[in-house]
């Protein structure tokens, strides 16, 4: 299994997918503990770029890792992207 390391992202990248979001959630609106989330999974696309990231809160992204965990088949769904929402 390859191993790219994994750089974190810059603070200015996040702050602009922040500011973008209206800094609240991008699922639900909320406003919980929101991160900046990889749109699809980093460990999948290696891709940091602004448009790979969305804005969540916390619950959100506990429903989404945990919808990674169950199978990644499932959790490709235009659902999941952030697409049109
Ligand atoms: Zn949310």
């Given at each position: 299994m390859a191993e790219?390391?994994?750089q974190p992202?810059?603070?200015?990248v996040r702050e602009r997918v922040a500011a973008?979001?209206?800094y609240v959630c991008?699922?639900?609106g909320g406003d919980q503990?929101?991160?900046v989330d990889h749109i699809i999974p980093w460990v999948?696309?290696?891709d940091d770029s602004e448009t790979n990231l969305?804005?969540?809160c916390l619950p959100c992204n506990r429903?989404?890792?945990a919808k990674v965990e169950a199978g990644r088949k499932t959790w490709f769904h235009a659902d999941y992207f952030g697409v049109g929402a």
């Open positions: 790219l390391k994994r992202i810059p603070k200015d973008r979001a209206g991008q699922k639900c503990s929101c991160e999948i696309s290696h969305q804005l969540l429903r989404k890792g």
